[in-house]
């Protein structure tokens, strides 16, 4: 069986998803600084909302309209206070840009070792997925970061900051361990008898005695298309001799 059609290949090696960290966006509409704890995110998942899947460690960063910093890492003010928008209702932002910038700087705590990693949200429409992180880890880091900005805020936009939740999927494919040694094949006692053949060291004289059904049938099918040939002439033969003598008395 070939590596692509072996089953450990096909059932390890494709990515899927083990969980989703979900963001409440609505502090986004206020500039206000990145705090400590909401950085670390709970990853879940659907069908096991109860089980632990790791912590997606990510923050949303106000910037500037000129996507400089607003804050530094203190949470203090290191820009210009007249670039900081007041804004103490969000329809204060209609009309206005806004800018900030996510960054998702790892997962710690994976329920198991990724061979293969990667992040994917949508953010105002848009489809965005970090790089794939294939490193064997159970905390995979990406340092990824990502400027997102609105020219002029609307109140649709407004309003999915407000009503919607961002989720990051996390795609992963595990890492085998200890992978089988021996291939698929008819050589294997356990796939021999499952196929109906004795299992065990008789395994070479069963393909043998197959092989040699194989050849006689072939031989057998070989002569009866021979034979069949040969019927299939006589009966055109015969045809044609009808249709001459046909011809002869009738005239046509």
């Avoid at 070989?222 to 001799?241: P, S």
Wanted: charged content about 25%; hydrophobic content about 35%; some cysteine.
């Amino acid at each position: 069986m070939s590596d692509a059609h072996d089953p450990m290949t096909m059932l390890y090696d494709p990515t899927f998803e083990l969980g989703t960290a979900v963001l409440f966006n609505e502090p986004l509409l206020y500039f206000l600084p990145a705090e400590a704890e909401d950085k670390m995110v709970e990853i879940k998942n659907v069908g096991d909302p109860r089980g632990n899947y790791g912590q997606l460690e990510c923050m949303w960063s106000p910037l500037t309209a000129d996507g400089d910093p607003m804050y530094n890492a203190e949470g203090d003010i290191c820009c210009s206070e007249d670039l900081v928008p007041d804004i103490a209702d969000p329809a204060d932002l209609l009309g206005k840009s806004w800018c900030y910038k996510l960054e998702i700087f790892g997962i710690s705590k994976l329920p198991v070792i990724a061979a293969k990693c990667y992040c994917q949200y949508i953010f105002d429409g848009q489809t965005y997925t970090t790089e794939v992180i294939d490193q064997h880890t159970d905390h995979p880091r990406w340092d990824y970061s990502c400027i997102h900005r609105v020219e002029e805020v609307t109140q649709d936009f407004i309003d999915r900051l407000q009503t919607n939740s961002m989720n990051i999927h996390v795609y992963v494919s595990p890492y085998i361990a200890q992978p089988p040694d021996d291939k698929i094949n008819t050589q294997n006692p356990i796939i021999a008898k499952n196929m109906g053949f004795t299992a065990g060291h008789d395994v070479n004289t069963e393909n043998e005695l197959l092989r040699q059904k194989v050849a006689l049938l072939e031989k057998e099918n070989a002569n009866l298309k021979e034979q069949l040939k040969k019927l299939t002439g006589g009966v055109k033969a015969a045809i044609g001799e009808a249709k001459a003598k046909d011809a002869a008395i009738n005239g046509k």
